[in-house]
């Protein structure tokens, strides 16, 4: 079993693996610089696009494919399938059900990130800037506001932005923390993608605690694929398969 992480799904999905003695690798592109460690072997790094992955699928003799990464990384998700197909292997993608509004949030959907930089064109505004650190750089048109941005490793380089208040922290995050991180800032908007899950959304419920407004970034579109949310689901489905 090969699994694409860098979620709590996938970690969930490692212990599941390892507490029944499974042989799995979990594979992690490399981007926090240290990762949870984990019951099962792990790699990282990228494959080198489809073609790599498809190569990596043949030489370790991967019969299950499961694509836990995370709602918005399509790239991988693309190449997943791409090499399921070129390879015929058994794809699995482990995804979280995105956030549904509930009584008292205040929400908007939003196609895009350009979309959000777009609306906030105007006077200055306290954002809670909670998008990960690649997609800062879509903001520098609006550099009048003050974000908070909030990263799990410090930066290597100065932040694209001018007015930025920094957290470091890793997830999962609880309520109590967040509404502090927000009254301390004093944020008037978040603007947030939908990734779903427990481990995020602890600033949606924060916000509609102090009243704030969200905006939610759409999810990307991802290739047709087998979908699960629970990792349990991917331990029945490996019994139907394998007896394991
Ligand atoms: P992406 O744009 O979909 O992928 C870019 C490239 O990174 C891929 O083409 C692949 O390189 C490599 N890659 C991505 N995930 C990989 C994995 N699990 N193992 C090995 N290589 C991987 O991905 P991204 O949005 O930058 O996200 C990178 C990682 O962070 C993912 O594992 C994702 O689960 C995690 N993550 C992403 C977000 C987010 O908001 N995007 C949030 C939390 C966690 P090659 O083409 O060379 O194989």
New binding site residues.
């Given amino acids: 079993m090969l699994i694409?992480?860098?979620?709590t799904e996938a970690s969930r999905l490692a212990q599941l693996m390892a507490s029944r003695s499974l042989r799995a690798v979990l594979?992690?592109?490399?981007?926090v610089e240290t990762p949870r460690s984990q019951p099962i072997q792990t790699r990282t790094?990228?494959?080198?696009?489809a073609q790599?992955?498809a190569d990596y699928l043949r030489a370790h003799q991967i019969t299950h494919l499961i694509d836990a990464?995370?709602p918005?990384?399509?790239?991988?998700?693309q190449?997943a399938a791409q090499a399921a197909q070129m390879t015929g292997t058994r794809l699995i993608r482990l995804m979280r059900p995105a956030w549904q509004p509930g009584p008292g949030d205040n929400w908007r959907d939003l196609p895009d990130l350009a979309t959000a930089a777009q609306m906030l064109a105007g006077p200055p505004r306290r954002v809670f800037l909670a998008?990960?650190r690649?997609h800062l750089a879509d903001f520098t048109s609006q550099p009048q506001h003050d974000y908070l941005v909030r990263l799990v490793d410090p930066p290597d380089s100065p932040l694209p932005l001018p007015n930025v208040t920094l957290e470091i922290a890793r997830g999962p995050f609880d309520q109590a923390t967040d509404l502090a991180l927000l009254r301390r800032h004093r944020s008037d908007l978040i603007i947030a993608?939908n990734?779903g899950g427990a481990g995020a959304s602890a600033k949606l419920s924060a916000a509609r605690e102090l009243g704030l407004p969200v905006w939610l970034i759409a999810r990307p579109a991802l290739p047709e694929a087998e979908t699960v949310s629970d990792p349990a689901e991917i331990m029945d489905l490996l019994h139907a398969d394998l007896g394991v």
């Avoid at 694409?4 to 979620?7: F, I, N, S, V, W």
């Avoid at 790094?45 to 696009?49: A, D, I, L, S």
């Fill in positions: 694409l992480g860098g979620t594979s992690y592109a490399g981007r790094g990228g494959f080198g696009g790599g992955l990464t995370h918005f990384a399509a790239q991988i998700s190449n998008i990960g690649l993608k990734a």
